[in-house]
């Protein structure tokens, strides 16, 4: 399986929650070597490595003739991106899946997006085709500048809060420490 994400922090922060639940999984991203990059394909060819977390760094020019599932984790910034994302599945006559996760940000690709997926065949809710078109200027921003997302974590909002607060209870109380330990000098 492959997993497409729009940038490196989130290939690194979705990583870490697959690697936490015992997922055999690797990242590839710009900040990894060359040598590191040619490891990580060569392992993920073998079989040694299951779930491969990629940026657009892999959606073109590398073929995986085992790859079964393809999950745009984050949407892509184009039409062209997209088909080279999904094209890395189903190859040499193999069957193969992709699945693509949107939020209401990126509302302005997905009709082009439900375009292609028509035109193969595909089976698309009218609601989509229905969308309106983005303008030329949104879509050389968006292609730019991907809507921004919240990061990838496990931990609820109310467990971060807590946690946050504690530690600023044991920073106060520090400092109060401080104070007194001063004043008594």
């Known amino acids: 399986m492959l997993i497409f994400v729009q940038s490196k922090e989130r290939a690194k922060e979705l990583f870490h929650e697959l690697i936490y639940d015992g997922i055999n999984v ?13 490891n990580i394909v ?5 079989g040694k490595i299951w779930v491969l977390i990629a940026t657009e760094l892999m959606g073109r020019g590398i073929d995986f003739k085992g790859v079964n599932l393809v ?14 994302r999904i094209g890395r599945t189903g190859r040499a006559g193999r069957p193969g899946k992709a699945i693509t996760f949107y939020t209401e940000d990126d509302g302005s690709n997905l009709r082009s997006i439900a375009n292609v997926m028509r035109s193969s065949g595909c089976e698309i809710p009218d609601w989509m ?15 730019k500048n991907p809507p ?16 946050k607060r504690k530690r600023d209870i044991k920073e106060a109380s520090k400092k109060k420490k401080v104070k007194l330990t001063s004043k008594s000098a």
């Open 42 to 46: 060569k392992c993920f060819r073998a």
């Open 71 to 84: 999950i745009n984790y984050d949407f892509p910034t184009s039409a062209v991106a997209y088909i080279h």
């Open 26 to 38: 690797e990242v590839i991203h710009s900040e990894r070597t060359q040598t590191q990059r040619d």
């Open 129 to 143: 085709l229905k969308l309106k078109k983005p303008s030329r200027k949104i879509r050389k921003k968006l292609s």
């Open 148 to 163: 921004s997302r919240s990061p990838i974590k496990t931990v609820s909002k109310y467990d971060i809060e807590k946690a």
